[in-house]
């Protein structure tokens, strides 16, 4: 008996695998491979079910002889491992970004006389219906939400880029990048800064822009994109107030809300002691996190609790002993925030805080501290990296100069070539 393997990374089964495994059938006893959830994101399809129940599925497929794992989005090391006679897939690869990987299969497969059969992909109106669905549900609340915490347990670190209207959801959602090695990379998750929900609006960080407003740019946001959101809820505000602000946003499908321990009027902390900043006490601060944590509704819902203790230089002590209070209130996370250009002191408070604990997610936000990779701080044990405001701040220098040329030369042919074609943003936004 021959040995034909195929790979799949969808959670439903629908009638284009049926007839790849139909076709595969003709050659052989069929191998089908699972792909890891870990690979399934790096490529945009995050996964509804999980890997044992993706496996269980294809299990149950008739004419499937068995299910193995494949954990990369290249075959090179499972094909090796099995050396299947033929691999099979649909045609639909030729061209985009899974060429590379067609590429590097045939390669393999040369090796040791293997052969891959292509078959027409089957695309018809019951198949896209299908797709869509998978896809929408990835937005509804209930999926969205419980999804940073997958992200936390499936990921090196959880990308997280700002975004504060719908357009800078979708550059979140959509922006995917090749990482040269044949992979792909994107943003996992979104975060609703208030400095930046605040300057689209023209406002001071202050707190002033109210909830309301502030729900209205993340329902903005959650019309266009799926991935999961993370709230920059300042100070929380009142206790009495903030509970209601947990409710509300873990229904709309938000995953996590990050308060900071400042009271009386907020200002941004990259102003450090330049201004007048309080820090809340010990006491209150819990109080406010295990109000919050009272009141939430689903385990998937987070409270991370920001520590502001080295942005107002009151030491790593002050700052270690605030994390392990909050994280006995409750948090579920911890945020370490600093506005040094050096990362020693947040790689300082890293690497204690994870001696003693190793699972509450630590987040950082390196917008000073900025030659810091993701990878080193995924060693230092951090989990949630965020890129808080680096959208806004190229943005706004480019609408400015356009504006002044425009003045400048009194009219627009000038700045032309620095622009997005007309043709282009009008297809930007995807009609239903
Ligand atoms: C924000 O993005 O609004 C933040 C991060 O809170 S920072 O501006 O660095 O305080
Ligand atoms: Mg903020």
């Not at 034909?4 to 284009?16: E, L, M, N, S, W």
């Not at 792909?35 to 399809?45: A, V």
């Not at 030729?94 to 292509?118: C, M, N, P």
């Amino acid at each position: 008996m021959k040995k034909v393997y195929t790979c799949f990374c969808t959670d439903v089964i629908h009638a284009g695998h049926l007839n790849i495994i139909n076709n595969a059938l003709k050659y052989g006893e069929v191998t089908v491979g699972a792909l890891t959830d870990e690979e399934l994101i790096r490529y945009n399809k995050f996964p509804i079910l999980s890997l044992e129940e993706r496996i269980r599925l294809y299990q149950q497929i008739p004419g499937v002889s068995r299910v193995v794992v494949q954990s990369s989005m290249h075959y090179d090391e499972i094909v090796k491992e099995l050396k299947p006679d033929y691999v099979i897939h649909g045609d639909n690869w030729k061209e985009g970004a899974a060429s590379v990987i067609r590429e590097q299969l045939i390669r393999t497969l040369k090796e040791y006389g293997g052969e891959l059969i292509e078959i027409p992909y089957t695309w018809d109106e019951t198949v896209e219906k299908i797709d869509t669905i998978q896809k929408e549900k990835l937005a509804m609340p209930e999926y969205r939400r419980k999804r940073l915490k997958q992200l936390i347990k499936i990921c090196p670190i959880v990308k997280t880029i700002e975004a504060h209207s719908g357009l800078t959801g979708l550059i979140a959602e959509k922006t995917v990048v090749d990482t040269g090695d044949g992979k792909l990379d994107q943003f996992d998750a979104m975060w609703v800064s208030s400095l930046c929900d605040s300057t689209a609006k023209g406002k001071p960080d202050i707190e002033l822009v109210d909830m309301t407003s502030r729900f209205r740019t993340i329902d903005d946001i959650m019309e266009v994109t799926t991935k999961p959101i993370i709230f920059d809820g300042d100070t929380g505000g009142l206790t009495e107030h903030f509970v209601y602000t947990v409710r509300s946003l873990e229904r709309m499908g938000v995953s996590a809300i990050i308060i900071e321990d400042k009271t009386g009027l907020k200002k941004n902390s990259l102003f450090g002691t330049e201004v007048k900043q309080t820090q809340d006490t010990i006491e209150n601060f819990c109080a406010k996190i295990s109000a919050g944590k009272k009141i939430k509704l689903t385990d998937d819902f987070m409270i991370i609790a920001r520590i502001e203790s080295l942005i107002l230089e009151q030491g790593m002590d002050d700052a270690l002993t605030r994390a392990k209070a909050y994280v006995a209130a409750g948090a579920d996370g911890i945020m370490i925030h600093s506005r040094k250009k050096d990362p020693a002191e947040i790689l300082t408070f890293c690497d204690a805080f994870r001696r003693e604990d190793k699972e509450t997610p630590i987040v950082v936000v390196p917008s000073s501290f900025n030659t810091i990779t993701n990878e080193e701080l995924a060693s230092h044990g951090v989990n949630i990296v965020i890129y808080a405001n680096q959208l806004t701040r190229s943005a706004f220098p480019a609408m400015q100069q356009t504006a002044t040329d425009i003045l400048r030369y009194h009219r627009a042919k000038e700045v032309d070539d620095r622009l997005m074609p007309i043709k282009q943003i009008i297809t930007l936004i995807n009609e239903l």
